[in-house]
C-alpha cells in the first residue's frame, strides 16, 4: 500500500485505528478451543467485528511463532483472510527483525514476498546494512523502533551522546538517510506523551506507528495533541483493549464497541486538526 492510499484510507474512514492481534492460545475463549484452528477462527472474528473502525491490523509474531507450524498457519490464514476480504487494511508484521544483510534480505522475503504483509517492524540497533535489505519493495514499509513504550526505552534509547543527541534522535535521523517517508515509519510508543513532539520536529512528515493506549496507558489525546501532521501521520495500535475485551461469547461485540469508541474519538482529533 502506497502513502497516498493509506492516508486516503483515514480520510474516508475517519480513523487511524490499527488493531494488534496479539492472539494468545491461553486467553481465547473457551468455545473457540474446539475450532480446528483456534487462532484463525478468533482473528476471523475480530477482523469481521472491528473492519469498519480499523485502517490497518498488527498481528506480533510471538503469538503465533510460539505455536510452531500451527501458528504459522494460522498468521498465513489470517493475512490472506484480510487481503481477500478487507484488501484495504494495511497489514503489519510485528516482527522486530534486523540482522547482518544476507540474513536480513531472508526476512524480507519470508514477510513480503511469501506472507505478503505491507510492513515489517525491524530494530535498528545493527545499522544500515541490516535494515536496508527491507527497503525497495514496492507498496512495502519498514517500521523501524524508534521510541518503544516500555520503561526500558529509558535504558539506550534515552541516553544522550557527548552533543545531547538523544539515542532516538540519532536513529530517526540517521535513518532518514536510507530510505523516504514513502517506505519508511518509526516506532513511537503512546506512553511518551510530550516526546512526540520533539520527534515531529526531527520527522515532521514521517507515519508513526504507536503502540501502547489501553493496556499500557497512553493517551490517545496526547499522541494526537503532539504527534498528528498534516496527513494524520499515526497509526495507533491497541491490541489487549480491543481484542479481549470479553472473554465469552460476545468477544467480537465488545471488541466492535471498544474499537468504535477509538475510532470515534479518532475522527473528532481528525476534524478538529482539520485533516477530514
Ligand atoms: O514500543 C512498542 C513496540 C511494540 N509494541 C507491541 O505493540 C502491541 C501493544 O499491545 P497492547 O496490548 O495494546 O499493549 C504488542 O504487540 C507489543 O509487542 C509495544 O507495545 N511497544
Known amino acids: 500500500m502506497t502513502r497516498e492510499e493509506l492516508i486516503k484510507n483515514i480520510k474516508s474512514k475517519q480513523s487511524f485505528l490499527c488493531v494488534g492481534?496479539?492472539?494468545?492460545?491461553?486467553?481465547?475463549?473457551?468455545?473457540?478451543?474446539?475450532?480446528?484452528?483456534?487462532?484463525?477462527?478468533?482473528?476471523?472474528?475480530?477482523i469481521d467485528a472491528t473492519?469498519?473502525?480499523?485502517?490497518?491490523?498488527?498481528?506480533?509474531?510471538?503469538?503465533?511463532?510460539?505455536?510452531?507450524?500451527?501458528?504459522?498457519?494460522?498468521?498465513?490464514?489470517?493475512?490472506?483472510?484480510?487481503?481477500?476480504?478487507?484488501?484495504?487494511?494495511?497489514?503489519?508484521?510485528?516482527?522486530?527483525?534486523?540482522?547482518?544483510?544476507?540474513?536480513?534480505?531472508?526476512?524480507?522475503?519470508s514477510f513480503f514476498e511469501h506472507l505478503g504483509v505491507d510492513a515489517i517492524t525491524v530494530a535498528p540497533y545493527m545499522g544500515q546494512d541490516s535494515v536496508s535489505p527491507f527497503l525497495g519493495y514496492d507498496s512495502k514499509w519498514v517500521v523501524l523502533l524508534a521510541l518503544t513504550s516500555n520503561k526500558g526505552s529509558y535504558d539506550f534509547q534515552l541516553t544522550e551522546d557527548k552533543n545531547g543527541k538523544r539515542l532516538f534522535e540519532n536513529v530517526i535521523e540517521t535513518s532518514q538517510q536510507w530510505a523516504s517517508d514513502k517506505?519508511?515509519?518509526?516506532?513511537?510508543?503512546?506512553?511518551?506523551?510530550?516526546?512526540?513532539?520533539?520527534?515531529?520536529?526531527?520527522?515532521?512528515?514521517?507515519?508513526?506507528?504507536?503502540?501502547?493506549?489501553?493496556?499500557?496507558?497512553?493517551?490517545?489525546?496526547?499522541?494526537?495533541?503532539?504527534?498528528?501532521?498534516?496527513?494524520?501521520?499515526?497509526?495507533?495500535?491497541?491490541?489487549?483493549?480491543?481484542?479481549y475485551a470479553s472473554s465469552g461469547t460476545d468477544f467480537a461485540e465488545a471488541a466492535a464497541r471498544e474499537a468504535r469508541i477509538l475510532a470515534g474519538q479518532m475522527s473528532e482529533l481528525l476534524k478538529a486538526n482539520g485533516i477530514i
Open 51 to 109: 473492519a469498519p473502525y480499523a485502517v490497518a491490523y498488527k498481528p506480533n509474531m510471538a503469538f503465533y511463532e510460539s505455536l510452531g507450524a500451527k501458528g504459522w498457519t494460522a498468521l498465513e490464514e489470517t493475512v490472506s483472510y484480510i487481503q481477500n476480504n478487507y484488501p484495504d487494511q494495511f497489514i503489519i508484521a510485528d516482527a522486530k527483525r534486523g540482522d547482518i544483510g544476507n540474513t536480513s534480505t531472508l526476512y524480507a522475503r
Open 21 to 46: 492481534l496479539d492472539s494468545d492460545i491461553k486467553k481465547l475463549p473457551a468455545h473457540l478451543l474446539s475450532e480446528p484452528n483456534p487462532i484463525f477462527a478468533f482473528n476471523k472474528a475480530i
Open 183 to 243: 517506505e519508511m515509519m518509526y516506532v513511537v510508543g503512546a506512553t511518551q506523551g510530550k516526546m512526540f513532539a520533539d520527534i515531529r520536529k526531527i520527522a515532521p512528515n514521517h507515519f508513526l506507528l504507536v503502540p501502547g493506549v489501553g493496556a499500557q496507558g497512553g493517551s490517545l489525546e496526547e499522541v494526537a495533541k503532539y504527534g498528528m501532521n498534516s496527513d494524520c501521520g499515526l497509526l495507533v495500535n491497541s491490541s489487549r483493549g480491543i481484542i
